[in-house]
């Protein structure tokens, strides 16, 4: 239990500042869905240069997130030697990158669409380099424990970005698309600077051994990372090119700013990962590993079943994250949800590969997922649209998570608690159609009402059956 306490506390920490993170960067969304409208599309633009930019960061980091954290909690290891090794290799991958991008710039802005846009390639490519630079000693900070100076930099980051967006397109009422990039490119080199003290002491290593052991166990990473980052990227970079319409980008806008409101699952996602991978690679030689990890997942259910309701519930308030212009694709929010869902489950299922060595399945699962994915996009999208983007996304996930689960039983079997987290998985599903229903039926308030009765109904059943106000720090003893 005290490891789970731990656990929740890094979470919360991580989670407060990629939570309030994500919400203020949210500022950005209505910014530029007013100031772009949808038939622009200006947004599609954004869009769809932040799904190449998220895919090249993976490919970039290759995989080195994960190995410095299993290279690093090895006993025989140095974990000094293992930060610097790792920081080493990816500035000169980063470094390699922004040279080819600038060689051969033209061609890339012609097969990219940007051919009168170049600026808009090779900002983006120097921001990516030093955001995989960066994934390094943001790393570091984890291992050492440092979740406040990690969610401090994070937060820095998105502030400065929203406040300098705010300066072009509301005070200075600025309409170029471009400059949402060369803001990010100030942004992050300014982060950059903060990260003296990980990098004062650092010095250059290239210790060949050390290199061979790191590029074995992290290629499998790198096609699991790019599977996975094509999961979810793979619709925005495909849809200007297999859309069958003159308004890809005003489409392909609508779409990616309804799933904005759907990210609230990347965001308790992505906080429970920071904390869980170092988590898992130091808990596995405890005895009781597995039951932890069986536990943290059904947590890890219940809390997104719960954000999924709360999102259903009041999708009449947070559709006004968006310019209204957009508000056709709200259809597309719930199945993001689900697919975001699946996405954390199949995240948290993917350690018992990592934990003996064995990230070529991940590969081989992300891979399957993936073509799916595409396959969904290719045959739909020429007649659904974005709707294809949002069921590919579905299917894909559902379908990594659900070989990962089988596979990993035999490899590597842990005692989940399924019956327990089916019966909330059917209890959030009979929610959700009840909120689907108050929401076209009634009006503004009392779909907001029943939906509130709803939500506070399978927020006590949680109470009741797993998570006891007694047993809770602090409010704990007003309940015993």
């Known amino acids: ?47 769809n240069i932040y799904a190449y930019t998220a895919l090249l960061l993976v490919i970039l980091t290759y995989g080195m997130e994960t190995t410095f954290f299993r290279f690093a909690n090895k006993e025989e290891e140095n974990p000094r030697k293992v930060y610097a090794t790792t920081l080493t290799m990816i500035s000169i991958t980063s470094l390699l990158f922004i040279a080819l991008v600038l060689l051969f710039i033209g061609p890339l802005s012609r097969f990219m669409g940007y051919a009168d846009h170049p600026s808009y390639v090779w900002v983006m490519a120097v921001v990516v380099a030093l955001d995989a630079f960066q994934a390094i ?139 869980y991978e170092p988590f898992v690679f130091g808990k596995a030689k405890d005895k009781d590993s597995k039951e932890t990890y069986a536990k943290a997942m059904k947590y890890f259910v219940i809390f997104t079943l719960l954000a999924f309701l709360a999102v259903v519930g009041y999708i009449n308030i947070l559709r006004y994250i968006i310019g209204h212009d957009y508000w056709e694709g709200l259809k597309v929010v719930p199945i993001v949800m689900a697919a975001e869902i699946m996405m954390g489950v199949y995240f948290n299922l993917s350690f018992w590969y990592k934990l003996i060595d064995k990230t070529i ?57 399924l019956k327990e987290m089916l019966v909330y998985l059917v209890t959030a599903i009979v929610c959700y159609v009840i909120m689907q229903q108050v929401n076209g039926r009634l009006s503004f308030w009392a779909a907001l009402v029943v939906n509130t009765l709803i939500l506070t109904g399978f927020l006590a059943y949680i109470i009741k059956k797993d998570l006891p106000l007694k047993g809770l720090p602090v409010i704990g003893k007003y309940f015993r």
């Open 137 to 275: 000693p943001f790393a570091y900070l984890r291992y050492q424990k440092r979740p406040v100076k990690f969610a401090t930099l994070k937060l820095l980051f998105i502030i400065l970005n929203i406040a300098l967006n705010i300066i072009y397109f509301v005070v200075m009422n600025g309409k170029d698309v471009g400059y949402a990039f060369y803001i990010n490119l100030v942004c992050t080199g300014t982060i950059t600077f903060f990260f003296y003290q990980e990098l004062r002491d650092f010095r250059i290593s290239l210790d060949k051994a050390l290199i061979h052991r790191m590029l074995r166990y992290s290629w499998p990473i790198l096609v699991l990372g790019i599977a996975g980052i094509l999961n979810q990227t793979a619709d925005k970079i495909l849809f200007p090119y297999i859309y069958q319409g003159n308004d890809a980008h005003a489409q392909l806008g609508i779409y990616g700013a309804a799933s904005k409101i759907a990210m609230i699952m990347a965001m308790i996602t992505q906080a429970f990962r920071y904390a």
């Open 1 to 47: 239990m005290a490891n789970l306490k731990s656990l929740a506390k890094d979470t919360a920490i991580y989670g407060l500042s990629s939570i309030i993170g994500r919400f203020l960067n949210y500022l950005l969304v209505p910014l530029y869905t007013v100031k772009l409208a949808a038939a622009s599309g200006g947004y599609g633009v954004i869009t």
């Open 361 to 417: 399945w991940g590969a081989v699962f992300s891979g399957i997922g993936c073509l799916v994915l595409i396959l969904v996009n290719i045959l739909f999208v020429p007649r659904y649209g974005y709707m294809a983007c949002a069921w590919g996304g579905f299917a894909g996930y559902a379908t990594a998570m659900t070989l990962s689960y089988f596979v990993g039983q035999k490899k590597f079997p842990i005692d989940y608690p």
